[in-house]
């Protein structure tokens, strides 16, 4: 099978006229129309090879997801599952700043537009590209906290460790621009994820059962 980057069949045209659409205007702001044209296809071709929009943007997000994960070297699943949680907490978020921080990805853009507008295929999104993700995130913090702590502890945490993650995803061309500028070079960003693996250890230790 032909790689969707080289192959300039109508399936992967609409591929990536949708995904470069769908990352500048959004869900909403994308018309299939739009789509076509940019293709060169016909209106036809949407529903033939993909049923809806809906079906395509998914198939846009999928894509992008996974084109994200083997560009940057993140094994599916993101995370190392071995280790000490630690370990394993720095691997989910370096993972996760690696795909918010790729700037050969539309997957950032169109991350950002889904959290800020999210789409009819929201739901389904979280289930299929990051559930395994959200998932381990879940266990770590379990364990950090002790098996007293209560479910909303639990989903406090695991929103607060994100919420580090999602602030390089909404700053990250501020902060490109700022002085001094952030790098994107792959030791700051591992430095970055040190950084918030330490400062959310450190939390997450002191609202343990054993504190």
């Known amino acids: 099978m032909a790689d969707a980057a080289t192959d300039s069949g109508p399936r992967n045209r609409l ?3 949708a995904a470069e659409l769908f990352a500048a205007r959004g869900y909403d702001g994308t018309a299939v129309r739009g789509i076509v044209a940019s ?5 036809n071709a949407v529903n033939y090879y993909f049923g809806s929009k809906r079906a395509l943007y998914l198939e846009v997000m999928r894509s992008q997801f996974a084109l994200n994960q083997r560009t ?3 094994p599916p699943g993101g995370a190392s599952q071995s ?8 691997g989910f978020v370096l993972a996760t700043l690696r795909q918010f921080l790729d700037a050969r990805s539309l997957l950032p853009r169109l991350t950002a ?5 999210p789409s009819p295929a929201f739901d389904e999104l979280i289930a299929t590209t990051h559930a395994d993700e959200q998932r381990e995130l879940t266990l770590i913090v379990r364990e950090l906290l002790g098996p007293q702590a209560p479910p909303e502890r639990v989903n406090a945490c695991v929103r607060s460790v994100l919420s580090q993650c999602v602030y390089y995803l909404f700053m990250r061309d501020a902060l490109l621009r700022s002085q001094p500028p952030m790098s994107l070079e792959r030791a700051a960003v591992e430095s ?3 950084h918030i693996t330490e400062f959310s250890m450190a939390a997450l230790r002191g609202l343990s059962d054993d504190h």
């Open 15 to 17: 591929l990536q006229a």
């Open 83 to 90: 280790g000490s949680l630690q370990e394993r907490l720095h």
């Open 72 to 74: 940057t070297s993140i």
């Open 39 to 43: 293709a060169g296809t016909n209106l």
């Open 192 to 194: 970055i994820a040190a």
């Open 113 to 117: 537009l889904e959290i800020l507008n």
